[in-house]
Each structure stands twice: as structure tokens, then as C-alpha cells.
């Protein structure tokens, strides 16, 4: 976390990966507080906002219903936290 000197704006570091719909059944990950995705969480909505699920490490940080802004890809977006994983959750990425 860091304090941008000339702001009184609090900034979080985050790691984050997109997925697909199918990625939970693929490797078998649950939401172990709050909700998996739904349908319609796939489907960006600007006025809405992103739904997020977040790993366990961030559960002191962030509650089930916060909302909070953070750039994806160089835009500024709006999002919504609906669950949070299981501790030691991890998903392989490129055969890691």
C-alpha cells in the first residue's frame, strides 16, 4: 500500500488475473465467503462496475459489498467485491 505524496488518496498494489467462465470447474476453486460469478458478471458494465472475487489475503482489507476504483489496463474502473477465495487458493498460469 502506498500514500501518493501529493494526494490524500490511499493506493493498494494488486494482484489480479481475468478469467473465463469456466476456469472455477476447470481447476476445481470455490468461493469459500460471499458468491461465485454469475452470468452476468462476465459481461463488462461501465455503470455497474466489475464484480470481483479476491484471494484470502485480502479479507483485512475488504468486506463482501465494498466497492473501490483501481486502473485495469490504463482505464480507471469501478468494482465490487461479491466473495473471496479459500486460503492457499492458486490457479496454474502457463503450466506454473
Known amino acids: 500500500m502506498s500514500l501518493d505524496e501529493n494526494s490524500d488518496e490511499l493506493f493498494y498494489f494488486l494482484k489480479c488475473l481475468h478469467i473465463s467462465d469456466n476456469v472455477f470447474a476447470e481447476f476445481g476453486i470455490s468461493v469459500n465467503e ?32 465494498d466497492t473501490f476504483e483501481a486502473f485495469n489496463l490504463f482505464e480507471n474502473m469501478s468494482y465490487e467485491v461479491v466473495g473471496f477465495l479459500p486460503p492457499d487458493t492458486y490457479m496454474p498460469v502457463n503450466g506454473y
Open 34 to 65: 460471499g458468491r461465485s460469478f454469475q452470468e452476468r458478471d462476465f459481461k463488462l458494465d461501465l455503470d455497474d462496475g466489475a464484480k470481483v472475487i479476491l484471494g484470502h489475503e485480502y479479507k483485512d482489507i475488504f468486506s463482501i459489498g
